[in-house]
T-cell receptor, first 113, second 113 residues
Framework: EAGVVQSPRYKIIEKKQPVAFWCNPI?????LYWYLQNLGQGPELLIR????????DSQLPKDRFSAERLKGVDSTLKIQPAELGDSAVYLC???????????FGQGTRLTVV | DAKTTQPPSMDCAEGRAANLPCNHS???????VYWYRQIHSQGPQYIIH???NNETNEMASLIITEDRKSSTLILPHATLRDTAVYYC??????????????FGKGTHLIIQP
C-alpha cells in the first residue's frame, strides 16, 4: 500500500513568488494534516482536515497561506507571496480517524531565495 | 496538551538496548503518551502509544511509571538504522484539547557501531 505522497520533494523559488505543495493521503484516511518543520525543530501543525472540512487552522498564517482539500482526498497548501522565512520542510500526514496514528509523507523542502 | 522533557541527545552501542526517557509530570488522566521518530530527511514515523499500561509492539516497548509522570521507550536491540530523532508526545484522544500532535525538539539517538 502506498504511503502519503507529497510533491514536489524540493522547491526553490524567489521571494514574493507563489508556491504550491500537493499531498495525496493514504486511501480511506479521513483526517489530513499539514505541518511545517524548521531546521532543528519538531514539526508544527498548520492545519487539520476532517474529510473536506478544515477543523483546526488556528496556526495557519492566513495572510499568505491557504489550503484546500477538495472532495476530501488530495490537498494543496499554497503560499502567496513567499518570504525568506518560509524556507522550511512542509509535511503532510493522514490518519484513518483523528484518534488513530498519523502517517507522514517525506515532505517538501522549500527554499526561498 | 501537556509538555514533555527529553534529553537532547543520547548514544547507544549497536546491538544493545536503547532506553529513551521522557518526563511528562503535568500529564492529565485522559492524555496518552505517544512516541514518533524521524530519520534524517524523512517524515516522522509512529512507534507506539499507551495510557497507563506498558505496551509492546514489533518496534519497541513503552514503560509508563505508575504515577504516569514519566515514561521510557525501549528499543531492545538497536541497529544503525535506529539513528533518528525520537519525539515523546502527550495527547488527548477525542474530546477537548488539540487533536494534532504537538512535537517538541525530541532526543537525537545516535547508534554507534
Amino acid at each position: 500500500e502506498a504511503g502519503v505522497v507529497q510533491s514536489p520533494r524540493y522547491k526553490i523559488i524567489e521571494k514574493k513568488q507563489p508556491v504550491a505543495f500537493w499531498c495525496n493521503p493514504i486511501s480511506g484516511h479521513n483526517t489530513l494534516y499539514w505541518y511545517l518543520q524548521n531546521l532543528g525543530q519538531g514539526p508544527e501543525l498548520l492545519i487539520r482536515y476532517e474529510n473536506e472540512e478544515a477543523v483546526d487552522d488556528s496556526q495557519l498564517p492566513k495572510d499568505r497561506f491557504s489550503a484546500e482539500r477538495l472532495k476530501g482526498v488530495d490537498s494543496t497548501l499554497k503560499i502567496q507571496p513567499a518570504e525568506l522565512g518560509d524556507s522550511a520542510v512542509y509535511l503532510c500526514a493522514s490518519s484513518w480517524h483523528r484518534d488513530t496514528e498519523a502517517f507522514f509523507g517525506q515532505g517538501t523542502r522549500l527554499t526561498v531565495v | 496538551d501537556a509538555k514533555t522533557t527529553q534529553p537532547p541527545s543520547m548514544d547507544c552501542a549497536e546491538g544493545r538496548a536503547a532506553n529513551l526517557p521522557c518526563n511528562h509530570s503535568t500529564i492529565s488522566g485522559n492524555e496518552y503518551v505517544y512516541w514518533y521518530r524521524q530519520i534524517h530527511s524523512q517524515g516522522p514515523q509512529y512507534i507506539i502509544h499507551g495510557l497507563k499500561n506498558n505496551e509492546t509492539n514489533e518496534m519497541a516497548s513503552l514503560i509508563i511509571t505508575e504515577d504516569r509522570k514519566s515514561s521510557t521507550l525501549i528499543l531492545p536491540h538497536a541497529t544503525l538504522r535506529d539513528t533518528a530523532v525520537y519525539y515523546c508526545i502527550v495527547r488527548i484522544l477525542s474530546g477537548g484539547g488539540a487533536d494534532g500532535l504537538t512535537f517538541g525538539k525530541g532526543t537525537h539517538l545516535i547508534i554507534q557501531p
